[in-house]
T-cell receptor, first 116, second 112 residues
Framework: GAGVSQSPSNKVTEKGKDVELRCDPI?????LYWYRQSLGQGLEFLIY????????KSGLPSDRFSAERTGGSVSTLTIQRTQQEDSAVYLC??????????????FGPGTRLTVL | DQQVKQNSPSLSVQEGRISILNCDYT??????FLWYKKYPAEGPTFLIS?????DKNEDGRFTVFLNKSAKHLSLHIVPSQPGDSAVYFC???????????FGTGTLLAVQP
């Protein structure tokens, strides 16, 4: 596709269950970012991928959160043993190679996660 | 510790008038600043940006001003149009990862 896609668009789960969120970046974009927006908050950085490696995981809120990227393309964000405070919109963005000069990040529509 | 702050959660202006959205930051290492626009149920879309070596960048109806000494930037929209109604996020970037630090957003409502 032409833009960043994310699936599912909405996910409702019960507290304690595991969830997987998927991101398909723009073809050829080597940098991939996950952010989340909690109610009434700005977007919060979670993790950055360059290719398949994640040199910056500083935003992951706990060890229940993990992410991987395969083939330099699709990324999956996994949240284990979900808690109600994990409820948020999870956004993925991709860009050309990150570096000294900023490259525009293109965002997907997000996955709205609700933990009951 | 909020490094990027948007102190006005909402702003209402009349169509045709100027909209001014403000943003303050605390980290002097930020070297690139951006404004994103977001509609409900959509991801943010890039609007305009400015490098820290500049103090103004203009693109059509949109102008961003950067005051480094005050650690303040603003977005001017002239003239405002009803289609501009959205949430506007200020963001800043530093370092080789280009990760963005966002403010909490300002909801702009342009009244016809």
């Amino acid at each position: 596709g032409a833009g960043v896609s994310q699936s599912p668009s909405n996910k409702v789960t019960e507290k304690g269950k595991d969830v997987e969120l998927r991101c398909d970046p723009i073809s050829g974009h080597t940098a991939l970012y996950w952010y989340r927006q909690s109610l009434g908050q700005g977007l919060e950085f979670l993790i950055y991928f360059q290719g398949n490696s994640a040199p910056d995981k500083s935003g992951l809120p706990s060890d229940r959160f993990s992410a991987e990227r395969t083939g330099g393309s699709v990324s999956t964000l996994t949240i284990q043993r979900t808690q109600q405070e994990d409820s948020a919109v999870y956004l993925c963005a991709s860009s050309r190679l990150a570096g000294v000069f900023y490259n525009e990040q293109f965002f997907g529509p997000g996955t709205r996660l609700t933990v009951l | 510790d909020q490094q990027v702050k948007q102190n006005s959660p909402s702003l209402s202006v009349q169509e045709g008038r100027i909209s001014i959205l403000n943003c303050d930051y605390t980290n002097s290492m930020f070297d690139y600043f951006l404004w994103y626009k977001k509609y409900p149920a959509e991801g943010p879309t890039f609007l305009i940006s400015i490098s820290s070596i500049k103090d103004k960048n203009e693109d059509g109806r949109f102008t961003v001003f950067l005051n480094k000494s005050a650690k303040h930037l603003s977005l001017h929209i002239v003239p405002s149009q009803p289609g501009d109604s959205a949430v506007y996020f200020c963001a800043a970037s530093a370092g080789a990862t280009n990760k963005l630090i966002f403010g909490t957003g300002t909801l702009l409502a342009v009244q016809p």
